[in-house]
């Protein structure tokens, strides 16, 4: 049961708060009006806009994912009154304020390159060829300043212009392809598609590759693990439960690199 | 006094060359420059139409980081970055109105009015460093080496913006001579190169092309010495249809003035990337057998 549900609100109506991300107001709790495509809503203030939108009879087939901040599905620009200035945000991380105007751009038109990682060749003229509209940036930074993540677009974007595509690969890292930098660029650049193939070839190609993993990998393939994996996916629960309170633990603080396990033939 | 170094992209990718030899001669000379931290492309060239301001704003954003820097200047080796930043400063001193505009537009930044110099790093050795000083640091002085300098457009044109006074420039000259060689003048070592006019034009940049490296080596050169990555491909990387077309009558070596500098303090060859210049330039370097040197040459 939620707080608004308890609150008592027939003794102090005007004290009344709506609390956290939740649409179901307390009586008396104060709402703002916010915009959506020109027309105005009152919401409850303390709503994020996928809420407030949600709250306000909206419903999202699409323009929503992950509602966590990380999908890029809700990219949203906004203006605040008498404030010259866009601004951007995801709908499910950004809290409404009063006499905000909202428009969703859950997609934006960016043509993606075809290639084949595998027969790619890892340098910046390959990038440049796939995407020869790099070069039509003018430095004008409309894309950092619409990136909801603060991802530092033009600065990836020089590098890349520069051939360096390990530093293009990690400031770009942030990045959840919303789109938001592509609607805002006067190039007409795709740059979260470049960018995610700068981390690809940086991945694939540059970034040193850990030994161990490859061979923790070889040796999952030749089955190493098969007959362990099999015997525990037919126990019971209550085998399961036993075998899980009787595993070998490392003890609390134990100082790096003292403990081993007696068994070590899965090591 | 803190001078930033301002790199361009090509500098970074099709002409090593360039930036390799002169960061280990600015190392060698015991110069303090440190690479601005965060820049974008010049702009690659400078707008000229009066109400295409957007086109400055990436030259203005570097001078802007420079600042930030705290930099009283801003070096750069490519001809045509020092022609777009300098111009774009210009602008920022001169223009009231531009500035405001182009300041408003870019209201993430501090505002900018031409707090910093572009210096190019031919004045950076001469007046800064200085020849007597140079030329004390000199180990393999370029004996026998016959240069002509090729200045192009960008360091010298428009005159407000010309590394030296409007006239007969001598920089260059003055530059190679400290390192020893024997400077040969030619008439067409202010022709421009063909720019981009190679894409849109090629058979007008082919033919002043031709000029300017017949011009060279019908005076008494054995190559040309630039200082721009553009100049460097119109002048070296298409000398390959230049001669498949009967319009030029023998390879010509060319040399970024970085390379020479870097061979002639006694670096070597391996930091002049000679893999990047035409095979021709570095087997005449090692035909003049300078001492210490002739081997690494062609590493």
Redesign the interface.
Known sequence: MSDAQTAPAKSTPAQQVATGDRAILPEGAKTIPIYVMGKKYEVPETLTIMKAMEFAGFKFLRGCGCRGGICGACPTVYRKEGDYKLHFGLACQTVVEPNMYLAQIPFYPANRAGYSLDEIEPT??AIFALYPELFR?????NCT?ACPMGVQV??Y??AL????IAKAAKLSFDCIQCGLCASRC?GELPQYHIAQLARRIYGKYIQPHADHLAKRVAEIESGKYDEILGKLTEMSKDELAKLYKEREREPDLAPLGTWMPQDTQYL | MKISYY?G?TL??KAKNLEDAALASMAALEVDFEELP????C?AVHSLADDDL??H??PV?DLIRAMERGSDKVVTLCSMCYNTLARANLLMRDDEVKRKTIND??D?EKDYHGEVEVVHFLNFLRDEVGWDKLRSKIKVPLEGLKLAPYYGCTLLRPKNVSIEPPGHPKIFREFLEVLGARVIDFAASTLCCGSYQILANPEAAETVAATILEGGINSGAEALVLSCPLCEFNLSKKQGDLLQKNMLSQEVPTYYFTQLLAIALGLGGEVCRFDLNDKISAELLKSKSLPSCDQAILT
């Open positions: 910046a003229e940036c003018v430095a004008c930074n300043k033009l600065d974007i020089s212009k520069q051939g360096d006067m | 790199p992209c970074k990718t965060r820049w974008n492309c702009g957007i086109h704003v990436a954003r537009f870019m993430e």
